[in-house]
């Protein structure tokens, strides 16, 4: 079925091609006239057959129009990126995918986190947001935080102030952000061994531990002795930590006896049997223990924290081993949004008759509203063309 | 004037290069003549679209995908309702295909 608008329009179409290519077939010793109008023949019977045109064409024995176009003018390379102005709402490539993701510097703690592993959590909750990048879509406020700093001043943020309310930030651990292990291990090693060392230094003093510290520094275990206890629960505590890191190997001394010491602290547990595997890691994970990690705050007992075991933190197999955590976590996201795309894509190129070519105006989008305004489109629908000079679109998402 | 091959993929565009095509086979016809043939039609469906095509259309529907890429912007719409003027027509699944109409007026 044709409409006869369309018939009429695509014959319109067919004898303005035949007539500006003429002078191309009959001159420079091109095939003829007879070719051309085998080619228009073919043409014009090919349309009738796909029932786009209403046959008989009253033959206008082609008038000979002055072809006003002049030379020909090159088709508009698609492929070349469009740099035009930036004044219409359509996201460009740059806005929906911005070439570096932004990165606030946020690694340096903040003053006085360093002793508590609270506040160095928080950290490593802004830290763990970066690998995000910016996103498109606004994201709650309320999610602690840590997404809104690394996407200030894109287009969709609706928070404004990227940095400033970092140093206003309470000692909260996100649970929101997937913890990854190891990354807070290197930041600590890193930049917060100054801090520890002056709270070594304050709070040892109240504890009369002055004589180990040189003996941390070089043997890189702690000698628990200022408190009785014997080496038993010591040794529960190294098999749990290690059954609940199921293998995952490298951890910081400093956590190991942030975490033994404050778990220990109450019966007095003096540790001799070298570094633990850290429960703390999965401390962290869970709000519910996270409140008995104030406890532990309370007790100074980051005290026995030596900085050279805190330099351990940064060895190159903690590095590995965050690899191996961010491609568990990267992989099967990007591997499951490409087939889908995929699958559509092929699902739609055998399947679809039904297709729309046209010029947009202007796409805009409010949450998963979508309007766009199109224009001069050939559409060809339940085996119909139809051709519109304007057309406005309206879709939920 | 500017033009975009996008319309080749129209039912009248799809017909053109099919004969085209038979004609450079059986040797009736230069590739390079045919070319020029096609980017003639470009040009002058463009042209008959913004001249002699008034009607407007509405389409609503659901946005199943969108991509815009390279400046053309796909969308690919279930249960899509189209209506202009004197019909409407239902279509389970659809794909719009819009290249920017700024792109011409360069």
Request: charge should be negative.
């Amino acid at each position: 079925m044709a409409t006869s608008t369309t018939s009429s329009v695509y014959i319109h179409v067919i004898e303005d091609v035949i007539n500006k290519v003429r002078e191309e077939f009959v001159n420079n010793g091109g095939p003829g006239d007879s070719v051309l109008t085998e080619l228009q023949g073919l043409w014009e019977m090919k349309m009738m057959h796909a029932g786009v045109i209403c046959g008989p064409i009253e033959r206008s024995s082609a008038p000979k129009q002055p072809a006003p176009g002049g030379p020909i003018t090159p088709v508009h390379d698609l492929n070349v990126p469009y740099e035009g102005t930036e004044e219409y709402e359509t996201p460009t490539a740059e806005i929906l995918f911005p070439p570096t993701p932004l990165q606030t510097p946020i690694q340096t703690p903040l003053p006085g986190s360093a002793a508590t592993p609270l506040l160095g959590s928080a950290d490593n909750s802004s830290m763990y947001n970066i690998p995000t990048g910016p996103s498109e879509y606004p994201t709650p406020v309320s999610d602690s935080g840590g997404s809104s700093d690394v996407k200030g001043g894109r287009q969709y943020m609706p928070s404004p102030s990227p940095t400033p309310w970092m140093s206003q930030r309470p000692p909260v651990v996100d649970v929101n952000v997937a913890y990854v292990e190891g990354r807070d291990e290197v930041d600590r090693g890193s930049s917060q061994q100054p801090l520890t060392q002056d709270f070594f230094m304050m709070s040892s003093g109240k504890r009369k531990r002055e004589d180990f510290a040189t003996q941390y520094h070089s043997s890189g275990y702690i000698p628990q002795q200022d408190g009785a206890g014997d080496a038993t629960p010591g040794f529960l505590q190294v098999s749990k930590g290690s059954d609940s890191l199921a293998g995952r190997g490298t951890v910081t001394s400093a956590k190991r006896e942030m975490l033994a010491c404050g778990t220990r602290s109450s019966s007095k547990i003096p540790q001799l049997d070298g570094p633990i595997p850290d429960p703390y890691d999965d401390v962290l994970s869970t709000p519910n223990i996270y409140n008995y990690q104030g406890v532990v705050n309370e007790d100074y007992n980051i005290v026995n924290t030596p900085a050279v075991n805190e330099l351990q933190a940064g060895t190159p197999a903690i590095i590995a081993q965050q690899d191996v955590v961010d491609d568990d976590d990267d992989e099967p996201l990007n591997e499951n949004d490409d087939d889908e795309l995929d699958d559509v894509d092929q699902g739609e190129e055998l399947n679809t008759h039904h297709l729309v070519l046209a010029q947009f105006d202007k796409v805009t989008r409010t949450k998963s509203r979508w309007k766009c305004t199109l224009k001069d489109g050939i559409m060809h629908i339940n085996n119909k063309d139809i051709l519109f000079n304007k057309a406005t679109g309206e879709f939920d998402f | 004037m500017a033009t975009f091959e996008l319309y080749r993929r129209s039912t009248i565009g799809m017909c053109l290069t099919e004969t085209l095509d038979e004609m450079v086979q059986s040797g009736t016809l230069s590739p390079e003549l045919a070319i020029q043939v096609l980017v003639q039609f470009d040009k002058s469906m463009t042209e008959a679209l913004e001249t002699q095509v008034k009607s407007k259309v509405s389409i609503k529907g659901h946005l199943h995908t969108y991509r815009f890429c390279d400046n053309v912007w796909t969308f690919i719409l279930q249960d899509a309702l189209f209506k202009n003027e004197d019909t409407q027509e239902n279509v389970g699944r659809v794909k719009i295909v819009a290249c920017d109409s700024k792109l011409l007026t360069q």
